[in-house]
């Protein structure tokens, strides 16, 4: 039997786009990147996380 640890995540159940900046007004992300998050590396899901804090207004 395999476990699978979900993808670490920026979500905060705050899930409404931004119609100026295209991001979710919860987490900061595009919807390109909500959508492939689970297929992202842990390197690419760190890149992003790591841009979050300069997204939000």
Do not use: F, Q
Request: aromatic share 2%.
């Amino acid at each position: 039997m395999t476990s699978s640890i979900p993808p670490r995540t920026p979500c905060i159940d705050i899930c409404r786009i931004d119609p100026e900046t295209r991001l979710c007004a919860g987490c900061a992300r595009s919807m390109d990147e909500i959508a492939a998050w689970s297929r992202l590396s842990d390197t690419e899901r760190s890149r992003i996380m790591a841009e979050l804090p300069n997204r939000k207004v």
